[in-house]
């Protein structure tokens, strides 16, 4: 079965920094393509930053310069690094697997780590 588990979302300031992890099943990871995406309420998710297999790379332009992905394979793990976050980035922040760094999403989800920017 493939899961999906985030962690280290929170509370954080105007300027402030976060790092989320999503730990993937030992199976999928190294074969497919993994990202984050985020859903705002009231808005549609959207695709945040996204990481291919062999490691391109792929971000949203409201984020470029600001977040960074990262994915280690021996511990079959995704990062994504947010600096100088802003109010609009308050979402629920989710990872995926089997993305595409410019395409749809894959079938498998997280459940998703909420991320509130507010002072």
């Known amino acids: 079965q493939v899961q999906l588990v985030e962690s280290g979302g929170g509370l954080v300031q105007p300027g402030g920094s976060l790092r989320l992890s999503c730990v993937a099943s030992r199976n999928i990871f190294l074969f497919y393509g993994m990202g984050w995406y985020r859903q705002a309420p009231g808005k549609q998710r959207e695709p945040v930053a996204r990481?291919?297999?062999?490691?391109?790379?792929n971000y949203a332009d409201s984020v470029k310069g600001r977040f960074t992905i990262s994915r280690d394979n021996a511990k079959n793990t995704v990062y994504l690094q947010m600096n100088s976050l802003k109010p609009e980035d308050t979402a629920v922040y989710s990872c995926?697997?089997?993305?595409?760094?410019?395409?749809?999403?894959?079938?498998?989800w997280g459940q998703g780590t909420q991320v509130t920017v507010s002072s």
């Open positions: 990481i291919s297999s062999g490691g391109s790379t």
């Open positions: 995926n697997a089997g993305t595409t760094v410019s395409g749809g999403p894959g079938k498998y």
